[in-house]
């Protein structure tokens, strides 16, 4: 609520400046044009009409006048481009630097351990897989669980939820938003807590790990909360932060194996989906990610060839005053 | 109130709709009803007098105004978005978000009508309550009431310089000759005063006049907007029918001058009113540009629908593609879910809530701020205002400005736009003699100099090297001093008062010709022999006729004076007070200037011995010959203050009194005339017969108190004169008659060739007979009711037949100062110009040379036939000619330049719907054309032809009521506030006091207001579809499903604050090019004709740039982003922040110039981003469910990876048109940008530069109209007259030359 008067102030004192300003400008323009529509002359002592001689209303206001051209730009493609590139390789190692596995378990292929458990009639399905790490992995080492295609930023989807009612909001428990409907109420008239399609569909895979140096780690089912901004993603289990990373020790190889309660049996065929296990170690800039730093790197060579090219044209088409 | 029956009320209000529809109205007077309800009252379905000019009403200004506002189709686009966002299965926000933007927009609107409105409705109250004297029977007396009270039929009372409430017919003037003065300044801003007559016979006048004896019906017409004419007669209770016209018609808003008090009955009141009925407002034009950019939304219109059907299909893709319902597909309430193709069909509608944006809402709201912001720059420009009139330009079209900027064509008037209307006596013919006035010449050619001299005396204290200036110039003072001068004696005119033509006597003096002079002394002493016969000598006769044939009002100096002192009316609170306070001041200051200038010349007498001696010979000759009386009366002479209705009127009376035929006084019924001889004679006026433009003459018939003979005087252009020359003057002469019509039309030529003005001046001798005759047909004439004005034309023509010649006079309009100069910067400017003038040709020719219209280098073609097919051929082989001229290799260089004279026959031919194509073809090709002797419509005519044929921009300038026509016509007319009164200013859009202002207003205003509008616009444009666009390409990643990854506030608040000042402000601050260097080279205007910057290819240009920017700024995002765990607002966060960067450093490298004010906004704007952001997402937890932008902003700007995807997106998206701009600069630099480079040097620098430029292509230096000696009337070529002799050596050389003058002047101004 407060929220909603603070915003509405917000435009509202804009509006207002906005306002102002376009009055006072009228205000003379006003006057200017109505003079002659007055029929009554009734300001014979009417001061001159000649205009305030000042920088502003003459237009003649100091100003920085710059021109693009060849021979000025090129300090600034050099400098841009030296930069560019020093960043993009600083990035470019950071990326590299960071190990990825990924453990696909959705098992729509049959040589998949899993592909038992795509069978909707199995109630129950725990499938192994046995991954082995060629490098080491330097911890902190995070496991994420992967998705791809599920198109969680689907409008409708999105926002069938109640963020009141996930605020702790108690009136909205017993009368949940309308944004939430269908999944507002059960059948039995009784509202549901957490509402909305968002929160029918809970992610519950489980996963243990069996045989690993670092001990096993069993996880709760998770709620899909956040809307993701891209059909494919990565989830990092930011509710239980703390224990989500398998070690932070240095990961070398072991065997992960995966349990699935079929119950929860998670369906992604519907959409051509995948599942994923994610084993990553992140840097300063994140997850890995090898685009940013080749584009700082193509970015800043174009910079320098652009530099070039410029030098090239500032040498053929001089400019009068340059000389 | 009595209670009515509804029936009775509509019988009432059908019966007040028939009266007030009939032609004719019967009014009678209010007096006997007084007291009685409404229902009884004669007049009381006329309207009362108070005038309400709101549009709005208190209760109703909700609904009326947003009827008003949902007449532009776009408010109509918007709030049916709104609606269509309430509509459950298509919206894509909340609905109460839709309804912000257009919500914030109408209310800004309805806000400024609201404003606007109010202040009309201050202004109407203010004059509803005037107070006014109205007669009331009760009491017997005139009672004061307000203006609002006055009604139809009553009696009103108006005294000495009071405002006339309404429109009165003159019943009674306390005047003894039942005359009254209005000044209608407020109406059509004429000055000086117009005679009113009281209605004749109607009331007694002497015991005063009572209006309850008034029992007369006044029958009038319907109202209508013609001031100058008005039809009615009273019919008396005795059924006798006194005729009355807009001779006895008091006008509502003029003021009663020179009148103690009249008393006047109502006709019209309030809206019924003459004035105001010719109050319309402002006027409403739609700009070349914006029907433009309205074709322009329209395919934005379209891009949107295209974007909106691929977003719907690939919905219905994306859903087909789908094995089995996935978990996010959420089911209706009943838990099944809708057909693909339904939902895809909704999806179209809800992608169009969704990327509506991408027509630029703000658009129309911000060209109006901008639009606003430029009208106050141009009404500000120190340049444009005028000192001598006090007034700036008048922008009275508001949204019309950058139509300035893409002028093709402009169609000016002559007198008094081209020239000063200000005339002076130059020379004359009288019975075939010419008399070449060479002392007043030369008085005139030296005019200026006392002045300069005063002006040298009065700096001499802080300048003393100027006084060696003066010594020396002697040889130039014609040329250098003009511009002090004329600045001088306007300054000098504008103090002693502003408001009549003519009170420098500098200006009215003539020189007599002392051979004339000798001419008429001997006439007189001849007719002194010869009693009883005075009037038969022809210089006599002629200098009468100046003084006679005319309609100038005289009145004493001191009478003005007394004017405004004798009542200070109750009405006008202590405003007389001071009015004649100021008077008096001024009147001391022009006393104090006389004095010095007395001084002056006693003081340095060697610096000019030779002109002094002439000017004291002369002076000395002329008191000593024509006013042998006391000095008293000599003085008294001089108070004599002549208000004409033309100058040209004044100019000749001026001359006459020059030869001592002095005009003393003019009453209804007679003229006063002194002779020289100090004789006074009394003529007895029996019939003015005004001018009109279709007899092009005026004449006035007198009774001669001496001979009793009835003679009529008529004056007029010599072609409408000579052919109606009959009798010879008198038997004795009778043989040479017909040699001085020959030798006074060789005269009349080599005037015309001077470019002075030309009358011809009769006389006809009418008998007793003849004269009651005709009476009887005016008479007749006069109280006819239909087609009255057909009629009394016709008997004057009748009575205007076998004139004799007397002779005829050359009257000298001066050119403008700085005129030649801006006709030469238009044509440099690529605009062709047309002169239109009622002038004779050999007058417009040389005027048209003297004002560098035309060159000497020029191949002019005359056109002038009589009959068609001679036209048709004329026309073809012209065209032939210019065309082979044009391809002639050897004219390719030198850009030919032609130039057409065309006279208003052959022009009526040559617009004849089957030559009309060769005209405009022949028109086309020529950079001038001169038309002579065209009628106003045919003005019209010709622009109407230009601009529809060849559909160019065009542009009229006049300053007189025969140019509104024109000026309407035209795309953009420029109105004139001269001599010849409001009319032009009032039907005009910007109102100018000076031609040479256009020179400025076009090439600056012009075209900065075009190239900041139209920059301003594509900006827009681009600025929406950019935007926009990132929506659009998120749709492929979520399905299609019309998903934001932008919090909706923010993408309101995105183009409703944080980027909607910068292009405003570019629109109203950026300056490309100075307005030095665009004056001094006028080709840069030629950037905005034609297609201009903003055409087709730049508005794709920028909309493929849109799309590719915001690729740029969607993709690196996307894949820097792919893959990671970040949520959607976290995504959309850098998306935002990198849009915002993209579109205002785009905006960065489209600003020319940076002030302040540039510096302030840009940097303010992206300020208000990160603040209103970081507040947004700081506070807002729950308040816009269901996103949830909480503390979004700030942990993005703890991650140094949004600063990295934010620096690499942005100069990305911008590489291109960055190094576009600095490519095409480099290899093919713009003339704009090589005007940019003029600019950043220095002064002098920046001058050799222009200078080169412009001699690059010829010989540009400007010449000057030089008031030289008037040659006597030989065969010189009109070019001699307008030596070339300012060669750029001379400009550069010591010799102190106009232009030198004129570039120091320039470059002061601006530094």
Not at chain 2, 282 to 307: A, H, P, Q
Not at chain 2, 981 to 1005: C, E, N, P, T, Y
């Amino acid at each position: 609520m407060f929220i909603n008067i603070y915003i509405y102030v917000c435009v509202r004192v804009c509006v207002c400046v906005y306002i102002y300003i376009y009055i006072y400008i009228y205000t003379h323009v006003y006057n200017q044009s109505n003079r002659i529509r007055t029929m009554v002359k009734n300001e014979p002592e009417k001061s001159s009409d000649r205009p305030d001689n000042t920088a502003f209303t003459q237009q003649r206001l100091p100003a920085w006048q710059p021109i693009l051209s060849a021979g000025i730009v090129i300090p600034g493609f050099v400098l841009i481009g030296l930069a560019f590139i020093g960043v993009g390789v600083a990035l470019f190692i950071t990326s590299r630097d960071i190990q990825v596995l990924e453990l696909d378990y959705t098992g729509v292929e049959s040589s998949n351990p899993c592909s038992k458990c795509t069978d909707p009639n199995v109630r129950k399905c725990i499938c192994t897989i046995v991954f082995s790490l060629d490098t080491l992995f330097k911890g902190p080492v995070f496991m994420y669980y992967g998705l791809t295609n599920y198109f969680q930023n689907q409008r409708r989807y999105g926002v069938s939820r109640d963020d009141n009612q996930l605020y702790g909001d108690l009136d909205y428990f017993k009368s949940p938003g309308s944004d939430c409907a269908p999944f507002d109420y059960d059948s039995n008239d009784r509202p549901i807590v957490p509402c909305g399609a968002l929160a029918n569909s809970m992610f519950n895979g489980i996963y243990a790990n069996t045989d690993c140096h670092a001990g096993s780690h069993a996880n709760d089912s998770i709620l899909l909360k956040e809307t993701k901004p891209l059909p494919s993603w990565d989830y990092l289990d930011n509710q239980s932060k703390s224990h989500s990373f398998i070690s932070v020790q240095d990961l070398s190889s072991g065997v992960l194996q995966l349990h699935e309660v079929i119950e929860g049996n998670y369906p992604v065929v519907s959409f051509n989906g995948r599942k994923k296990v994610v084993l990553s170690n992140v840097s300063w800039m994140g997850g890995k990610n090898d685009f940013l730093g080749i584009a700082y790197l193509v970015v800043g060579s174009l910079c320098i060839v652009m530099s070039i090219v410029m030098l090239i044209v500032y040498a053929k088409f001089k400019f009068p005053e340059d000389d | 109130m009595t209670w009515r029956s509804p029936l009775a009320l509509m019988r009432d209000a059908l019966q007040g709709q028939r009266a007030r529809e009939r032609e004719l109205r019967n009014l009678v007077s209010n007096l006997p009803y007084e007291g009685l309800e409404k229902a009884k009252q004669p007049n009381r379905f006329f309207p009362s007098n108070a005038i309400k000019t709101t549009k709005y009403s208190l209760l109703f200004f909700l609904p009326m105004n947003l009827y008003e506002q949902f007449h532009r189709m776009a408010n109509l686009y918007f709030v049916g978005l709104a609606i269509l966002n309430f509509i459950p299965v298509v919206n894509a926000f909340q609905p109460e978000v839709g309804l912000i933007p257009i919500c914030v927009i109408m209310c800004l609107t309805a806000l400024k009508d609201a404003w606007e409105d109010f202040r009309r409705y201050q202004s109407d109250r203010k004059i509803n309550s005037l107070p006014c004297l109205i007669y009331s029977r009760r009491e017997k007396r005139y009672v004061e009431r307000r203006w609002k009270d006055v009604q139809v039929g009553d009696f009103v009372k108006v005294l000495c310089n009071e405002i006339i409430p309404a429109d009165l017919l003159l019943l009674y003037s306390s005047d003894p000759n039942g005359v009254c003065h209005i000044e209608t300044a407020n109406l059509d801003g004429e000055t000086n005063l117009k005679q009113r007559t009281v209605v004749s016979g109607i009331c007694p006048l002497n015991p005063g006049f009572e209006p309850e004896s008034f029992n007369a019906v006044v029958v009038c017409e319907k109202p209508n907007i013609n001031l100058n004419h008005f039809k009615c007669f009273v019919e008396k209770p005795d059924k006798d029918k006194v005729g009355a016209s807009i001779e006895s018609l008091l006008l509502r808003g003029c003021t009663m001058r020179n009148t103690n008090h009249a008393v006047g009955f109502v006709v019209y009141a309030g809206h019924e009113t003459k004035s105001m009925l010719n109050n319309n407002g402002s006027r409403y034009k739609r700009s070349k540009l914006e029907r433009k950019l309205n074709i322009d939304v329209f395919f934005c219109l379209i891009l949107l629908l295209t974007m909106c059907l691929i977003g719907a299909f690939g919905h219905y893709l994306w859903l087909k593609s789908l094995p089995d319902v996935p978990p996010f597909l959420v089911p209706d309430s009943n838990g099944h879910l809708d057909d693909p193709s339904l939902t895809s069909f909704y999806m179209f509608f809800t992608m169009i809530i969704l990327l509506q944006i991408l027509i630029p809402i703000s658009l129309y709201v911000s060209i109006e701020l901008v639009k606003v912001g430029q009208i106050f720059f141009i009404t500000n420009d120190m340049d444009l205002y005028d000192e001598e009139t006090d007034s700036r330009v008048q922008c009275r079209a508001l949204n019309i400005t950058e139509d300035l900027g893409q002028i093709e064509y402009v169609f000016s008037d002559k007198t008094g736009t081209l020239t000063e209307n200000k005339m002076v006596f130059r020379r004359c013919s009288i019975m075939g003699t010419e008399y070449s006035h060479r002392e007043n010449a030369i008085r005139l050619a030296v005019l200026d100099e006392p002045e300069s001299e005063e002006e040298v005396i009065f700096n001499q204290h802080q300048q003393l090297p100027r006084t060696r200036w003066s010594l020396e110039a002697e040889g130039i003072s014609s040329i250098d001093t003009h511009r002090h001068g004329s600045r001088h004696r306007s300054k000098v005119a504008a103090n002693a008062q502003s408001d009549v033509a003519f009170s420098s006597p500098l200006e009215t003096e003539v020189i007599p010709d002392q051979k004339l002079l000798e001419q008429i002394s001997r006439a007189e002493s001849g007719s002194g022999r010869r009693d009883g016969s005075r009037g038969m000598d022809p210089h006599l006769d002629f200098f009468l006729a100046l003084a006679i044939c005319n309609t100038v009002v005289v009145s004493l100096a001191t009478d003005h004076r007394q004017r405004v002192c004798t009542s200070a009316p109750s009405s006008q609170t202590n405003n007389p007070l001071e009015a004649f306070s100021n008077l008096v001041k001024k009147a001391g200051t022009l006393f104090q200037r006389k004095s010095n200038r007395n001084r002056t010349l006693s003081e340095i007498p060697v610096t000019d011995s030779s002109k002094t001696d002439s000017r004291a010979d002369s002076n000395g000759l002329q008191t000593h010959s024509l006013h042998p009386q006391s000095a008293a009366l000599t003085a008294a002479l001089e108070d004599l203050c002549y208000e004409a209705e033309s100058p040209d009127e004044a100019a000749l009376v001026y001359a006459a009194k020059a030869y001592g035929f002095i005009l003393m006084a003019r009453t209804p019924g007679s003229v006063t005339v002194r002779l020289p001889s100090g004789e006074e004679l009394v003529f007895e006026v029996l019939e003015t017969l005004t001018f009109d433009s279709n007899r092009k003459r005026m004449s006035v018939l007198v009774r001669n108190p001496i001979t009793k003979e009835y003679v009529l005087y008529t004056k007029g252009a010599d072609y409408a004169i000579m052919e109606l020359l009959g009798t010879p003057y008198a038997e004795n002469i009778s043989s040479i008659q017909k040699s001085i019509a020959a030798d006074t039309q060789h005269h009349l030529d080599c005037y015309a060739k001077e470019g002075l003005r030309t009358l011809c001046i009769t006389k006809k001798v009418v008998s007793e007979n003849e004269y009651q005759r005709w009476l009887g047909e005016r008479k007749r004439a006069r109280a006819a009711i239909e087609s009255r004005e057909e009629l009394i034309m016709q008997t004057s023509v009748q009575l205007e037949t076998n004139l004799t010649l007397l002779g005829a006079t050359g009257i000298e309009d001066r050119l403008q100062e700085n005129v030649p100069d801006s006709i030469m910067a238009l044509r440099e400017a690529g605009i062709h110009v047309w002169v239109l003038t009622g002038d004779k040709p050999e007058t417009a020719v040389n005027i048209g040379y003297a004002c560098r219209l035309l060159e000497e280098e020029d191949l002019v073609i005359n056109m002038s036939c009589t009959n068609k097919l001679a036209c048709t051929s004329i026309l073809d082989c012209t065209l032939e000619e210019v065309r082979r001229y044009g391809e002639d290799p050897r004219n390719v260089d030198t850009a030919p330049n032609t130039s057409l004279v065309i006279d208003g026959n052959t022009l009526a031919m040559a617009m004849s719907p089957d030559l009309q194509g060769r005209f405009v073809d022949l028109a086309k090709r020529c950079r001038s054309v001169l038309c002579c002797r065209v009628t106003p419509l045919q003005k019209s005519g010709v622009v109407k032809l230009v601009r529809e044929k060849l559909k160019v921009m065009t542009l009229a300038v006049g300053d007189g009521a025969n140019d509104v026509n024109m000026i309407q016509a035209a795309d953009v007319g420029i109105g004139i506030s001269g001599q010849e009164g409001m009319q032009a200013v009032m039907a005009s859009d910007f109102a100018i006091s000076r031609f040479k202002h256009l020179k400025k207003l076009l090439l600056v205003h012009g075209h900065w207001c075009y190239t900041r509008l139209a920059n301003m616009i594509i900006y827009f444009f681009y600025k929406n579809v950019a935007y926009v666009n990132l929506l659009f390409w998120y749709q492929f990643f979520c399905g299609f499903s019309a998903t934001a990854m932008i919090d909706y506030w923010l993408m309101i608040f995105f183009n409703l604050f944080f980027t909607s000042t910068p292009p405003i402000m570019f629109g109203i601050f950026d300056k490309d090019v100075s307005a030095e260097v665009l004056q001094g080279v006028p080709e840069l205007y030629r950037t905005g004709q034609g297609k201009g910057d903003y055409n087709y290819l730049t508005f794709w240009i920028s909309i493929l740039d849109a799309f590719y920017q915001s690729l740029v700024c969607f993709f690196i995002p996307y894949w820097a982003y792919q893959g990671s765990d970040v949520d959607i607002f976290t995504f959309g966060t850098p998306l935002n922040t990198t849009a915002l960067f993209t579109i205002l450093l785009h905006l960065a490298i489209e600003i020319k110039s940076w002030t302040v004010v540039h510096w302030i906004i840009m940097v303010g704007s992206v300020l208000l981003y990160f603040v209103v952001t970081l507040a947004y997402s700081a506070l807002c937890v729950t308040c816009n469910p269901p996103s949830n932008p909480y503390w979004i902003l700030q942990s993005q700007m703890a991650d140094p990876m949004f600063y990295l995807i934010c620096t690499l997106t942005t100069v990305v998206a911008l590489l291109p048109r960055y190094t576009f701009h600095v490519l095409k600069n480099s290899v093919a630099p713009s003339p704009l940008l090589q005007g940019r480079q003029l600019d950043r040097m220095d002064g002098s620098t920046r001058d050799q530069w222009i200078k080169e430029w412009r001699g690059f292509r010829g010989g540009m230096s400007v010449k000057r109209y030089e008031l030289s000696d008037p040659p006597s009337p030989t065969l010189e070529t009109p070019a001699d007259y307008f030596p070339e002799s300012l060669t750029d050596a001379d400009l550069t050389g010591d010799d102190l030359s106009l232009n030198v003058i004129t570039r120091n002047h320039q470059r002061d101004v601006p530094t």
